[in-house]
T-cell receptor, first 115, second 115 residues
Framework: GQQLNQSPQSMFIQEGEDVSMNCTSS?????WLWYKQDPGEGPVLLIA?????ELTSNGRLTAQFGITRKDSFLNISASIPSDVGIYFC???????????????FGKGTKLSVKP | DSGVTQTPKHLITATGQRVTLRCSPR?????VYWYQQSLDQGLQFLIH???????AKGNILERFSAQQFPDLHSELNLSSLELGDSALYFC??????????????FGQGTRLTVV
């Protein structure tokens, strides 16, 4: 099946640092979504992208839908301790608005605080 | 609170048994997705229903089945359970139907432990 390659797998952050992660695929997607998951909780939607080239911000988070429609990145600026968690990208290939097709996820990027 | 309700929150059962996990989507959402998340793993897409019809299947075992009822709630049935089926099971819902409505919101998950 389709796969999303998310990198890096993990990273350590120091408060105040900017963080960058990305997701790539060999297939084209119509929608890119970014989620954050805390331990034992369900993923929480951070940003949704619907158009190639779209750049969207949500507070300190910025995400972009790649021009080729095969990639997306998420940036977190001026990280704070509560940014720790696992970030997932997700892509949807289906027809309009997801009445069919699946929503597949990358394997996640685990953000931890530098010791 | 995402508005997606999953029950039960925790389930412990023996190998060979059958269980049913339930999901109530957000009010107005027609799409329901089911995912399996094993320890330290990403979200594996199982199945997608839209307005009562199956629309996409992922890596769902034959021992697993799902359905979406006229009131749009969904159930995931897991039978002949094995130790390896122990995982978090999430459902997510989205409006679906038109472009721009693939933002999926997750429930808190059901933690299944097979002993």
């Amino acid at each position: 099946g389709q796969q999303l390659n998310q990198s890096p797998q993990s990273m350590f952050i120091q408060e105040g640092e900017d963080v960058s992660m990305n997701c790539t695929s060999s297939s084209i997607f119509n929608t890119w979504l970014w989620y954050k998951q805390d331990p034992g909780e369900g993923p929480v939607l951070l940003i949704a992208l619907y158009k190639a080239g779209e750049l969207t911000s949500n507070g300190r988070l910025t995400a972009q839908f790649g021009i080729t429609r095969k990639d997306s990145f998420l940036n977190i600026s001026a990280s704070i301790p509560s940014d720790v968690g696992i970030y997932f990208c997700a892509g949807h290939q289906g027809n309009y608005g997801g009445s069919q097709g699946n929503l597949i996820f990358g394997k996640g990027t685990k953000l931890s605080v530098k010791p | 609170d995402s508005g997606v309700t999953q029950t039960p929150k925790h389930l412990i059962t023996a190998t060979g048994q059958r269980v049913t996990l339930r999901c109530s989507p957000r009010s107005g959402d027609l799409s329901v997705y089911w995912y399996q998340q094993s320890l330290d793993q990403g979200l594996q897409f199982l199945i997608h229903y839209y307005n009562g019809e199956e629309r996409a299947k992922g890596n769902i075992l034959e021992r697993f089945s799902a359905q979406q009822f006229p009131d749009l709630h969904s159930e995931l049935n897991l039978s002949s359970l094995e130790l390896g089926d122990s995982a978090l099971y999430f459902c997510a819902s989205s409006v679906g139907g038109t472009l721009g409505n693939t933002e999926a919101f997750f429930g808190q998950g059901t933690r299944l432990t097979v002993v």
